[in-house]
């Protein structure tokens, strides 16, 4: 890993892998709080390729709540 990239990491609310929010096809459940492409499809989450965005969010509300 690049030195620049350990700053912009986060974890996996639910598996814990890790994802570069900037890079990697995330699902944000909040500014601090991301999904694994992975979880977030498990969760429901349905993603549109072609115009890069989700078009079903997936089920978050079991998770604790995040601080914004």
């Known amino acids: 890993m690049h030195r620049s990239e350990s700053g912009e990491l986060a974890s996996c609310l639910i598996c814990g892998a890790e994802i570069v929010p900037e890079r990697d096809r995330t699902f944000a459940v909040s500014r601090d709080g991301f999904l694994?492409?992975?979880c977030a499809v498990?969760?429901?989450?349905?993603f549109d390729e072609q115009h890069d965005r989700w078009t079903t969010e997936p089920e978050?509300?079991?998770l604790p709540p995040l601080e914004e």
């Open 36 to 38: 694994c492409f992975a």
């Open 42 to 46: 498990r969760r429901g989450g349905s």
């Open 60 to 62: 978050t509300g079991d």
